[in-house]
């Protein structure tokens, strides 16, 4: 039997990349049932897709295992855009049935308030150097491909992984300086919307913490972190991590049904699309 919380939460897969774990994020899936899906950005990476990125089967059974989540569970998907996929600013906010397109949201659960955001907003390089931006995202992609071949030779000697990124990150004062100074910003942002917490993505630096009262959520990554929030129906917030999951038994047999308890979303007025049935098939969008 699946085990069925309120909400997930899972951010940055990058699909369209080679670092992406679309695979291990569709397998995670597979594993839980869930009210509520919040996809929070970055999902589809489309400067990556634009320049070398290459489009999988993997990636669009990651977007099969969504629609099958909404179809067959009835559960209502929230993509939030995010800075590499900000081709969705074209279409947002757009709502299709049980799926909604939005750039933020505010989530109500158990007398708690959350802005939930993919968090770039908030990174001035991001917003308006966009080209050392760019350059930025170069250099990740260089660390993935490095840590590629570091695990590669890490795996014939019986070791176990390593993520070079992190710990380049662990290891530059700038970047940790950065990462600390993001955060308490965003806890700053939950704040002056008086919201009880703050829910993000963006840094691949999975976090549950507690930052001048304001409850600090970060779901992490599908590149390397390979981590989703999960809350359960008494509001707890607990960061699951794929590398702990136990997948000796199947749990995609049955689902504990739980009544309808939707949360209440504080967002502007949609564009509502009718249609009959989703369509299981997916090709990647054009980003030209």
């Known amino acids: 039997m699946k085990t069925h919380f309120k909400t997930i939460v899972i951010s ?8 992406s774990k679309a695979k291990e994020a569709s397998r995670f899936l597979k594993q839980y049932s869930c009210e509520n899906l919040i996809l929070n950005g970055d999902i589809i990476d489309g400067w990556q897709l634009k320049k070398s990125g290459t489009w ?22 929230f993509y939030l855009r995010g800075n590499h996929d900000d081709f969705l600013d074209q279409i947002l906010p757009l709502q299709i049935g049980n799926l909604s397109i939005l750039a933020d949201m505010i989530y109500e659960s158990n007398g708690k ?13 991001t917003t308006n150097l966009r080209w050392i931006a760019y350059l930025g995202d170069m250099g990740y992609t260089f660390l993935l ?11 014939k000697r019986g070791l176990g992984y390593f993520s070079l990124s992190q710990y380049v990150k662990g290891k530059v004062k700038s970047a940790v300086s950065y990462i600390d100074q993001y955060e308490e910003e965003l806890a700053k942002m939950a704040k002056a919307k008086n919201c009880d917490g703050i829910i993000c993505g963006h840094i691949h630096k999975a976090e549950n ?19 989703a929030l999960a809350e359960d129906h ?17 749990k995609t047999d049955s689902v504990q049904l739980i009544p309808d308890t ?17 369509n299981d098939g997916l090709t990647p969008p054009n980003f030209m």
Do not use: C
Request: net charge neutral.
């Open 56 to 77: 999988k089967r993997k990636h669009t059974r990651f977007f099969n295992r969504m629609l099958k989540m909404i179809e067959q569970e009835n559960t209502k998907v």
């Open 209 to 227: 913490r507690i930052i001048d009262g304001i409850e600090y959520l970060n779901s992490g990554d599908w590149v390397e972190t390979m981590s």
């Open 234 to 250: 008494e509001g707890n917030w607990q960061l699951i991590y794929y590398n702990e999951m136990d997948f000796s038994q199947d």
């Open 113 to 125: 308030k959350y802005f939930i955001t993919h968090g770039d907003i908030f990174d001035s390089i």
């Open 12 to 19: 940055d897969v990058h699909l369209g990349t080679k670092g």
């Open 262 to 278: 939707a949360p209440t979303e504080n967002v502007r007025e949609l564009k509502t699309v009718a249609f009959n049935k989703l």
């Open 145 to 155: 491909w490095l840590n590629r071949l570091v695990n590669y030779h890490r795996r």
